[in-house]
């Protein structure tokens, strides 16, 4: 059968910007994937899950030219111009339209998968990666907006990560300004600028605006937003009610800023892990209102860890219905990539027992020894390896086990070794289960 | 902003065999996916993750006319032949050979993750659709493939599904058998007939093995198989003892067989989920030894649920080192499709919360409850659909929750629905948090 194959190798490689996890790093995401989860479902989200691919014209609906580079597209077996989602709040929008007779609203769901961008790879930027979303749609109050935010800060201090800070604003404030200068009509690319600020500075943002042909009043108006923030949060309102003038967009805008801030603290946020900031921009163009953003103090570079915000319109491309929604999005690849930074390692509580016999072969004693082990709860394999005790000593220790327990028949004994207290003994085989337990039961006190 | 938008609307929907999940679908696969990394975890077996587009040429190295055709295959941004992966082996072998100095062997890893064929869109048949495998790769004996079957067993047990019967063999019995024929070299044409024996009857595979030209001796011992089953697994070993005569091959195939079989015994699988069934054959070419598939008796006509088996060379494409594997693979769709026939459903306890005032503003009172509830273990949510207590409830109703507070914060009261037993309660503020946590644990004893 094999024989017949032709032996040339072919050389085992991955596409640019595509990545393998190998096993300690994909059980370190998967752990923290798994406490996102529980977090979100705590709050009574439920998962959705939408397909890889899908009709190019959906994708491509908002249009920018941007999406069009990025979107890996291309003819399927029936002909169809398909693309692989870019993002998972297209998808959403889609989904939301399409079955919206089905669905129960306020809608409360969260979608954790995998996008495609062809983004010209460079160090921490990759074409494949992972989105953890999670929205609220058909709700159109600052209520849904705290609570959005509230769980997000719930499900970041969960993760046991260094300390963060989400910074949080709403885009009426500059939509009112800039309405107010006669420069409404220029909103996207003014934040797009902005988006810019931590990139390039306040004369960066002012030469790039100047550049535009925006109107030297509205540059004025907006760059004084940069030096709003006051020492606290009610300062900083203060300092804004200063600036909205007659705007009544503005207005509403900081209303509802005031309103997110002040549930974020009765929901118990505390309150250095919350900053309103109004600088805050997000370039993409389909926020509305709140907007936010989120800075790991570890590694304040490595851009926002969790972001998100008011969009109302996004359904509008796919449904006559107006679904206002606010969602946020956590950067999952973008936190493990800190963690390694700052040597942080993700707790996965394995108390692994590799259990073999000294000849090597995996005998009735120690399958049946293993499963009862297991029965208690604890990560159990029989050693496959068909190596003597010492083999199986430096497998349990590269696989970073807690214990390994070779059984000799002969003796009717067992030899345990707790490798993480280096130490061993010697029991009968019966006792081997209540041994190996009062080992780990021992050092996790 | 969104004014400028051109308010053509772009129908919503789906490519043909590409599937949403809504949020009950896909809590229900959430719930199952979990349980089942839990047991893997539970013997030792760690994730990996592989990326959705490889280099064509990795995924076509199998080289079968039907990859090509199921292939989804496009050029990208750089010009490179890529293709969407159709399963998870392939990429294994590629994942093991690059980075085999990296990884500990004997080799413990599971892979959940999508998958993508062109299959023309039938029933319970989609373009798109998840794997959850489950592999050793590194030992060679039928230890390793006892550890797989034994986890497996234990993942569908845990997942309270009906009962199932898991039947085994092994190839190299069928490989002996032919070789004693002088028809070594049509085995792969011989093991596809036989995989369709549930389908076509043993009739219609003696008609195949006829129309392919295989010799009437091979056919006639072949088929001797099909009867080789005694009333127990014991019993079918002694069968197959007098049928494998002088086969090297076969007698060793038969002697694994045994071990394994042995080997799941004392692992403590019920003696009624496994049966040596000599009959079963698996089509794909890549296995060498033992093969496996499973039998949902609920619905024992959608198909193996749970399959697998050995592959001694499948790195082999990739490398010249050997990494003889065995591994397993759990269809989840196909279980879930199962589930939904019975009309059996999937506990996912949740013990759902919703919080909301009288007015139906969220005021700091309901966030508070909601954070003080959350802290003791329970989900819930602060009604954000800006709906008095009526429709606060019909909301709940819909959302599947157990109990909805609505606060009335003028009578310093709430009012307590418990929507699973239809009883109200009326208790003052300060006394909600205590008062829902007995209802909950009421009726859970």
């Known amino acids: 059968l094999n024989e017949s194959r032709d032996t040339e190798i072919i050389t085992p490689r991955r596409l640019k910007g595509f990545r393998d996890a190998l096993p300690d790093d994909a059980l370190a995401r998967e752990v923290l994937l798994r406490r996102i989860r529980a977090t979100f479902e705590s709050f009574g989200f439920r998962p959705i899950t939408t397909p890889a691919l899908e009709h190019a014209e959906?994708?491509?609906?908002?249009?920018?030219?941007?999406?069009?580079?990025?979107?890996?597209?291309?003819?399927?077996?029936?002909d169809r111009a398909v693309g692989m989602r870019f993002d998972l709040t297209v998808?959403?929008?889609?989904?939301?339209?399409?079955?919206?007779?089905?669905?129960?609203?306020?809608?409360?769901?969260?979608?954790?998968?995998?996008?495609?961008?062809?983004?010209?790879?460079?160090?921490?930027?990759?074409?494949?990666?992972?989105?953890?979303?999670?929205?609220?749609?058909?709700?159109p109050g600052p209520s849904a907006d705290a609570e959005v935010i509230s769980m997000m800060h719930a499900a970041l201090a969960d993760l046991a990560v260094g300390e963060f800070r989400i910074r949080i604003n709403d885009r009426r404030i500059l939509n009112g300004l800039l309405e107010l200068a006669g420069a409404g009509g220029r909103a996207t690319e003014v934040m797009r600028a902005i988006d810019k600020l931590e990139k390039i500075g306040e004369e960066g943002v002012r030469a790039e605006l100047a550049s535009l042909d925006v109107d030297a009043?509205?540059?004025?108006?907006?760059?004084?937003?940069?030096?709003?923030?006051g020492s606290n949060d009610v300062a900083t309102i203060d300092n804004l009610e200063s600036e909205v003038g007659a705007s009544d967009t503005a207005r509403a805008g900081l209303e509802s800023l005031r309103t997110v801030r002040a549930?974020?603290?009765?929901?118990?946020?505390?309150?250095?892990?919350?900053?309103i900031d109004p600088s805050i921009a997000r370039g993409l163009d389909y926020y509305t209102g709140t907007v936010f953003e989120t800075t790991y103090l570890p590694a304040p570079d490595i851009g926002s860890v969790m972001s998100g915000g008011r969009y109302d319109h996004l359904a509008r491309l796919f449904t006559k219905s107006e679904y206002p929604g606010v969602g946020g999005s956590i950067g999952i690849d973008r936190l493990l990539g800190a963690f390694e930074v700052e040597g942080r390692t993700v707790e996965t509580d394995a108390q692994l027992v590799v259990v073999g016999s000294v000849s090597g072969a995996v005998t009735a004693d120690v399958v049946r020894a293993a499963a009862e082990l297991r029965a208690h709860g604890l990560a159990v394999e029989s050693f496959v390896g068909d190596k003597p005790a010492k083999g199986q000593r430096r497998y349990a220790e590269?696989?970073?086990?807690?214990?390994?327990?070779?059984?000799?028949?002969?003796?009717?004994?067992?030899?345990?070794?707790?490798?993480?207290?280096?130490?061993?003994?010697?029991?009968?085989?019966?006792?081997?289960?209540?041994?190996?337990?009062?080992m780990v039961a021992e050092s996790a006190s």
Chains 1, 2 share one sequence.
């Open 217 to 229: 009043d509205a540059i004025s108006r907006v760059t004084k937003l940069f030096t709003a923030s």
């Open 58 to 78: 959906i994708l491509r609906g908002k249009g920018s030219d941007e999406t069009d580079r990025l979107l890996f597209e291309f003819r399927d077996h029936g």
């Open 263 to 275: 549930l974020l603290g009765d929901a118990g946020v505390p309150d250095g892990r919350v900053q």
């Open 398 to 438: 590269r696989r970073g086990a807690r214990i390994v327990a070779t059984i000799d028949p002969e003796q009717d004994s067992v030899e345990i070794i707790d490798l993480k207290r280096s130490q061993r003994e010697r029991v009968a085989l019966g006792e081997l289960v209540e041994a190996v337990r009062r």
């Open 91 to 139: 998808p959403l929008a889609r989904f939301v339209a399409e079955h919206q007779g089905d669905l129960t609203f306020p809608l409360r769901v969260y979608q954790i998968g995998t996008v495609w961008r062809g983004e010209r790879p460079q160090r921490g930027r990759y074409r494949e990666f992972m989105q953890c979303d999670a929205d609220i749609v058909g709700a």
